[in-house]
């Protein structure tokens, strides 16, 4: 078994006092595997990686990165241990060019090293070089995606949080994504996903937890769910281990919590 990097135990978080999402969350995500997290709307996807990356602090529980507690740390200490966070939707700044928001990206990286950790992420997105001066809201979806994951390889990241990352792109760039996320995990990049297109993603992934109202209701290998009869069930709202999970959201119909 693969050494644990991020450790979840009996999370409890939420965004209000009373909004709780997480209820006593317990998982693992491991060195080097894409860990897919999936489960109907609400479920507490989105929360988990909001959590893991400061932006909610646990009421009660404990997450741990590398074996140490990371509770409420900053997102600049967690980007400084190696953890770089992809969030759903576009998040670039559109009227800077391509090559500023890169360095933005990098701006905690000293100066003698931004431009060759540029060069090295351009070399891996060559349609991103051939733009590198134009403004960041002139790429199309796909080239954007690229970006923003790219931005994220600046800091050489040993886990990447993504979510959502097929929003807005066509068939064949859903498929190059995963592939580059499949990469960087053969690589030794831990990457914790959520992500609407399941059985696409599941084609790419190591393992899949299913998540049922703040909690992990399911964990088994990736390929073993994929061919799970009860896979839309599981996703969209049905009965995990004997209990309920009920949801009205169709597939790819929104983002979830």
């Given at each position: ?17 009373s ?85 933005l ?7 003698h090293?931004?431009?060759p950790?540029i060069?090295e ?34 800091l ?16 064949k760039l859903?498929?190059?994504v ?15 996903m ?18 049922e ?9 990736a ?17 995990v ?8 959201t ?6 979830a919590?």
């Amino acid at each position: 078994m693969s050494e644990r990097i991020i450790e979840f135990e009996n999370v409890v978080a939420g965004y209000t006092p009373s909004l709780t999402i997480l209820n006593g969350t317990t998982f693992d995500a491991r060195k080097g595997e894409i860990t897919l997290l999936i489960g109907p709307n609400g479920a507490g996807k989105s929360t988990v990686l909001k959590t893991l990356f400061g932006m909610l602090v646990p009421r009660t529980g404990d997450v741990r990165f590398e074996g140490r507690r990371v509770n409420g740390h900053s997102q600049r200490d967690l980007l400084a241990l190696g953890m770089a966070y992809v969030p759903q939707g576009r998040n670039l700044f559109a009227s800077l060019s391509v090559r500023h928001n890169l360095e933005l990206g990098g701006i905690a990286l000293p100066r003698h090293a931004l431009a060759p950790r540029i060069d090295e992420v351009l070399a891996r997105f060559p349609r991103i070089r051939e733009r590198i001066d134009n403004q960041a809201s002139t790429l199309s979806g796909g080239e954007q995606k690229q970006l923003e994951v790219g931005r994220a390889l600046l800091l050489r990241p040993r886990v990447l949080l993504i979510d959502e990352p097929s929003i807005g792109l066509s068939p064949k760039l859903v498929q190059d994504v995963m592939a580059l996320l499949r990469e960087l995990a053969d690589q030794g990049v831990t990457v914790l996903m959520v992500e609407q297109n399941v059985r696409t993603a599941l084609k790419y992934a190591d393992r899949a937890l299913v998540l049922e109202m703040g909690r992990l209701a399911l964990d088994r290998p990736a390929h073993a769910l994929l061919g799970d009869p009860d896979l839309n069930r599981l996703f969209l709202g049905g009965h995990v281990d004997g209990r309920a999970v009920t949801s009205t959201t169709p597939a790819g119909g929104g983002s979830a919590v």
